[in-house]
């Protein structure tokens, strides 16, 4: 098994694009349909990914959307986290603590304030011990992909890293596209 790795979107080798979106149909099988032709999931492609590579297989992975969001009105550049998977087999050996954690350096690297990522309650205890955050009673407007403002899917919950800055601003939360 190699170490994690970060890899920039723009050299993203196709078989290396490939086997991501193998594992992450394995993963999500809900949404096999998707990922067997697509990772920009909500129509937010990564911007790098971190990954762990056995072989063929990938078997750790978390992708980051850049993107420049407002939170009351508050310009804030964001590395949102998504597509969050760890082969079955290999689960509870630390492999999402890894990538969570080289995706959020680099993140840091590349000069962002913060992460921010959404997912069901039931994932909250996971990312709160890789140190995420809760935003409670936060509204997260996003952009559809008809351009409509709405809110974030129900039953999603927004959780937030420090990284250039300690401190989330008050107000709503407008990520300026969609979620991811
Ligand atoms: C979620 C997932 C990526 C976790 O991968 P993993 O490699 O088993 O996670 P790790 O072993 O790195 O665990 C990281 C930490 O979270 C903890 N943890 C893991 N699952 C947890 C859970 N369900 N509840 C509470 N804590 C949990 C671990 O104990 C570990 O903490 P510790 O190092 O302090 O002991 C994996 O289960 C998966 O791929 N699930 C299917 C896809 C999915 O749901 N992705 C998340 C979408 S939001």
Known sequence: MGAVQIIDESGLAPDLEASIRRMLVVCFPKDA????????WHGSAPSFSAVVVDGER?????GVVERRVAAGG?????AGVQNVAVLPELRGTGLC???LGLAMDEALRRGLDCGLLFC??????LYARCGWLELPDRP???VDSDGQEKPLVEGNLAMWLPLAKQSFPAGTVHLRGNDW
């Open 33 to 40: 349909a998707f990922f067997s032709r697509s990772r920009a």
């Open 97 to 99: 603590r890894q990538v």
């Open 140 to 142: 997260v407007v996003r």
């Open 74 to 78: 508050v310009p804030l550049g964001v």
């Open 120 to 125: 069901e309650p039931k994932s909250v205890p």
């Open 58 to 62: 990938v078997i750790a992975h978390a």
